[in-house]
């Protein structure tokens, strides 16, 4: 297995993966990096039983799940102030005047959908963003994340809920 074709291949999925789940560019860049770091290292483990797509998830997965306890552990000794009046921007003139409403409607809508889901605790954002912005099968999930079958459908279905209760106000009857 060529390593710099895995890269190319699957550096723009696994990249788009982990900014969903940690909502942030840098910090999903920096976890990219680190998944193919660990992919490399581990290469000779890798035994072919799953595809190297979904491998690569499950290594993806991990790291971001490392990064969230991290994140947990450093806020505990970490006390965050709230930003004062002087931190915040202030946007003047968010909409261009010349773009159609319909436009506009649909990026208020995908800004929502991301809000969303980002706001999923973290056992079913993982799910929802796999299957449903990545198109994994739940065999797949559950190789990726090293839950059971059963256990992917029921986080998808729970986690769609939460999805539908959340944009509830946003959905066309």
Not at 54 to 68: E, M
Not at 127 to 142: F, K, M, P, Q, T
Request: proline letters at 3%; aromatic letters at 10%.
């Amino acid at each position: 297995m060529d390593f710099n074709t895995v890269v190319e291949k699957y550096e723009k999925p696994i990249f788009n993966l982990i900014y969903r789940l940690v909502g942030d560019r840098d910090e999903a860049a920096d976890l990219t990096q680190e998944t193919f770091l660990a992919a490399y290292k581990s290469l000779s483990e890798f035994r072919g039983e799953a595809s190297v797509y979904t491998w690569l998830y499950r290594i993806a997965v991990n790291k971001c799940k490392n990064a969230f306890k991290e994140r947990d552990r450093r806020r505990l000794y970490i006390a965050q102030d709230a930003p004062s009046e002087e931190d915040l921007v202030q946007i003047s003139n968010p909409v261009n005047a010349g773009e159609p409403a319909a436009e506009l409607e649909r990026k208020e809508l995908k800004a929502q959908v991301e809000k969303a889901i980002s706001e999923l605790p973290f056992e079913y954002r993982i799910v929802a963003v796999l299957r449903d912005l990545h198109g994994l099968a739940y065999s797949e999930i559950s190789e990726a994340t090293g839950l059971s079958v059963d256990v992917v459908r029921t986080r998808i279905a729970r986690a769609r809920a939460m999805l539908r209760r959340k944009l509830e106000p946003f959905l066309v009857e």
